[in-house]
C-alpha cells in the first residue's frame, strides 16, 4: 500500500493562515452572541490516533487543531463516525476546552455518534437517548407486508446461489429499523429564566 501524503508543517502553517483570515469565503459562519450556529459532521473513522507517519487511517496533532478550529466556528456539533475507540474524540475534546461532550452507546458498523456544544450558550439537559422502531411496529409491517419480504429474500438466495461471491444487502421493500441507530439528547440555550429548549437528532444515514 502506497504510504499516505501527510502535509508538512510549512504547509499546515499556509492552511492556517488562510484559514484564520478568509474561514468565511470558504463557508464557515461568523459565531455572534445573539445567534447559535450548528453543524453536522462526518469524521470518517474517527478513531485510532496515528502513531507513525505511515498510518492511512489516521489523523496528525494538525489535523486535530485543523478540526478543532472549525468547531469552533458552531456552537452545537453533531459528529457522526466516532468509532468505538474513543481515542481521537477525546484528543478533539482536549483541544476545546470551551465545549461539552455527549457520547452514544456503539450502534452498527462499530460507530458511535457524538455531540460538542459551546459551554455558556448550549445546556444540556435531561434528554439521551438512542432511537429506535418499537417492535410490535415492525411485526405490523411484516404481517401486512409478509409476500413482498418473502419476494426479497427469495430474491436474495437465488442471487446467492448463482454467485456464491454475491454480497450485496437483502433489498428489503420497506425498512424495519436502523444500521446505525440515531441518538437524540434535549439542550437548552438563552437565559435561565426563558430558555429555549429543543431536541438535537444525531443520525448516520444513507443517501
Not at 474561514?23 to 485510532?48: E, H, I
Not at 482536549?94 to 458511535?112: A, F, H, I, M, Q
Not at 448463482?162 to 439528547?185: M, Q
Request: with cysteine; charged share 30%.
Amino acid at each position: 500500500m502506497a504510504e499516505k501524503k501527510r502535509f508538512t508543517e510549512s504547509e499546515w502553517a499556509k492552511i492556517f493562515a488562510e484559514f484564520n483570515t478568509r474561514g468565511v469565503d470558504y463557508g464557515l459562519p461568523a459565531s455572534r452572541v445573539d445567534s447559535y450556529v450548528v453543524a453536522s459532521w462526518n469524521l470518517r473513522q474517527f478513531g485510532t490516533i496515528a502513531k507513525n507517519d505511515r498510518s492511512d487511517r489516521t489523523r496528525d496533532i494538525e489535523a486535530f487543531r485543523f478540526i478543532a478550529s472549525v468547531i469552533t466556528h458552531f456552537d452545537l456539533v453533531a459528529i457522526q463516525e466516532v468509532k468505538d475507540d474513543l481515542a481521537s474524540l477525546r484528543q478533539l475534546h482536549k483541544l476545546l476546552p470551551e465545549y461539552d461532550l455527549v457520547v452514544s452507546d456503539t450502534t452498527g458498523n462499530e460507530e458511535r455518534l457524538a455531540f460538542l456544544y459551546r459551554i455558556g450558550k448550549i445546556r444540556r439537559t435531561a434528554l439521551a437517548a438512542d432511537v429506535d422502531i418499537p417492535m410490535d411496529e415492525v411485526q405490523l409491517t411484516l404481517r401486512a407486508n409478509w409476500k413482498a419480504f418473502r419476494d426479497a429474500l427469495d430474491e436474495y438466495g437465488r442471487n446467492k446461489t448463482a454467485n456464491p461471491k454475491y454480497n450485496e444487502r437483502v433489498r428489503l421493500p420497506l425498512p424495519l429499523g436502523f444500521d446505525r441507530a440515531p441518538h437524540c439528547v434535549s439542550f437548552a440555550a438563552g437565559s435561565l429564566a426563558a430558555p429555549v429548549r429543543f431536541v438535537a437528532f444525531n443520525a448516520h444515514s444513507y443517501y
